[in-house]
């Protein structure tokens, strides 16, 4: 009959009867019932596992700890036996503890350590850290590049600032400048077009621009308080001038333009004489004066260059001719066209 190990209870027999082993059960269950009595007994009494002592609750503790350290305790190092010369180190300075004969004693790190130096090689990671650092040939490059072929005057950032009025907000500035501009392609004034220092700028006197319904302009430039400057106004209608000038004194009045009109109408003077209709056809005649000197009997050959248009009374009417011109009339008693004199002329080519 086997038992277990550890208390020697019985155990049922495989070949047993039932009845057989029920007694050796009945058995063992009653010695299991007396250990389990006997273990509660002995730990009837005893502490949880979880419980806590006061410093008081412990027997002799309270009278251990007196004349012990607090938790919150210090000590200078003139107070540990074997530390030396610990209270005359100054009280500034890099010191360190060095273990020597006598005990520990603070030396200055730098004596210790002596002068040194070290390559670049020699500290860890250095070159590879410098590498990604700009070399100063590249960082002046690179300035040299942004400075490029600006001027002395303009090569800084503080320069650039003041030529800009240190204005942050120069491009917004100029914007509305440009934007309070009369647009070249077409705008419309709505005050005067030009202010000049003396001109008046009310009444019959001023300088002022005038816009037509059909998109045609006047400009007006009138007289100074002393008349020293005439009124002119300059139209772009169809055949009237585009530009000019006029100035008064003393009652004589310079005018220069390529078309002069007076209310409407063409105005011719010497220097800005009548076109001759048709003179510029093959075929066609024309009175004009030989501005060349040489005579030329009737049948020659002139070029146009040297014949102007002008009136049996010998006014010029324009400038040279175009073309070859054949002399169709002569002017004195041999036959011949005497220099700058009056003739008839026939185009010839």
């Given at each position: 009959?086997?038992?277990?190990?550890?208390?020697?209870?019985?155990?049922?027999?495989?070949?047993?009867?039932?009845?057989?082993?029920?007694?050796?059960?009945?058995?063992?269950?009653?010695?299991?019932?007396?250990?389990?009595?006997?273990?509660?007994?002995?730990?009837?009494?005893?502490?949880?596992?979880?419980?806590?002592?006061?410093?008081?609750?412990?027997?002799?503790?309270?009278?251990?700890?007196?004349?012990?350290?607090?938790?919150?305790?210090?000590?200078?190092?003139?107070?540990?036996?074997?530390?030396?010369?610990?209270?005359?180190?100054?009280?500034?300075?890099?010191?360190?503890?060095?273990?020597?004969?006598?005990?520990?004693?603070?030396?200055?790190?730098?004596?210790?350590?002596?002068?040194?130096?070290?390559?670049?090689?020699?500290?860890?990671?250095?070159?590879?850290?410098?590498?990604?650092?700009?070399?100063?040939?590249?960082?002046?490059?690179?300035?040299?590049?942004?400075?490029?072929?600006?001027?002395?005057?303009?090569?800084?950032?503080?320069?650039?600032?003041?030529?800009?009025?240190?204005?942050?907000?120069?491009?917004?500035?100029?914007?509305?400048?440009?934007?309070?501009?009369?647009?070249?392609?077409?705008?419309?004034?709505?005050?005067?077009?030009?202010?000049?220092?003396?001109?008046?700028?009310?009444?019959?006197?001023?300088?002022?621009?005038?816009?037509?319904?059909?998109?045609?302009?006047?400009?007006?430039?009138?007289?100074?308080?002393?008349?020293?400057?005439?009124?002119?106004?300059?139209?772009?209608?169809?055949?009237?001038?585009?530009?000019?000038?006029?100035?008064?004194?003393?009652?004589?009045?310079?005018?220069?333009?390529?078309?002069?009109?007076?209310?409407?109408?063409?105005?011719?003077?010497?220097?800005?004489?009548?076109?001759?209709?048709?003179?510029?056809?093959?075929?066609?005649?024309?009175?004009?004066?030989?501005?060349?000197?040489?005579?030329?009997?009737?049948?020659?050959?002139?070029?146009?260059?040297?014949?102007?248009?002008?009136?049996?009374?010998?006014?010029?009417?324009?400038?040279?001719?175009?073309?070859?011109?054949?002399?169709?009339?002569?002017?004195?008693?041999?036959?011949?066209v005497a220099a700058s004199a009056v003739s008839a002329y026939r185009r010839y080519n």
């Open positions: 009959m086997a038992d277990t190990t550890n208390r020697g209870y019985p155990k049922p027999v495989s070949t047993n009867l039932v009845s057989g082993d029920v007694a050796l059960l009945q058995a063992a269950l009653d010695a299991i019932d007396g250990d389990v009595h006997d273990l509660f007994t002995a730990m009837s009494g005893k502490a949880a596992s979880d419980h806590t002592h006061s410093i008081s609750g412990i027997e002799g503790l309270t009278s251990a700890l007196v004349g012990k350290a607090s938790t919150t305790h210090s000590h200078a190092l003139s107070s540990l036996t074997d530390v030396s010369g610990a209270a005359a180190a100054p009280a500034t300075g890099q010191y360190v503890l060095v273990k020597e004969a006598i005990g520990w004693v603070p030396r200055e790190a730098a004596t210790l350590i002596g002068e040194h130096s070290h390559t670049i090689s020699d500290i860890t990671d250095l070159p590879l850290v410098l590498a990604t650092f700009a070399t100063q040939t590249y960082v002046d490059g690179r300035i040299a590049a942004v400075i490029g072929a600006a001027p002395v005057a303009l090569d800084t950032l503080t320069e650039l600032a003041a030529a800009l009025g240190d204005d942050p907000s120069f491009a917004t500035t100029i914007i509305g400048l440009i934007g309070s501009k009369i647009n070249k392609a077409g705008d419309t004034n709505v005050g005067l077009l030009v202010s000049i220092a003396g001109f008046r700028s009310t009444g019959e006197y001023g300088v002022d621009s005038v816009t037509s319904a059909s998109g045609n302009y006047a400009f007006r430039a009138r007289a100074k308080a002393d008349d020293s400057v005439a009124i002119i106004q300059f139209t772009n209608f169809a055949g009237s001038i585009q530009w000019g000038t006029i100035k008064a004194t003393k009652g004589v009045v310079n005018v220069s333009a390529a078309v002069l009109q007076e209310q409407g109408q063409r105005v011719y003077s010497p220097n800005n004489p009548q076109p001759v209709p048709g003179f510029a056809e093959v075929g066609s005649y024309v009175l004009a004066k030989n501005t060349s000197g040489v005579n030329a009997g009737p049948g020659a050959y002139v070029s146009g260059a040297v014949l102007v248009p002008a009136s049996a009374y010998g006014d010029v009417l324009g400038g040279p001719l175009p073309g070859i011109w054949q002399v169709a009339g002569g002017s004195n008693s041999s036959g011949s």
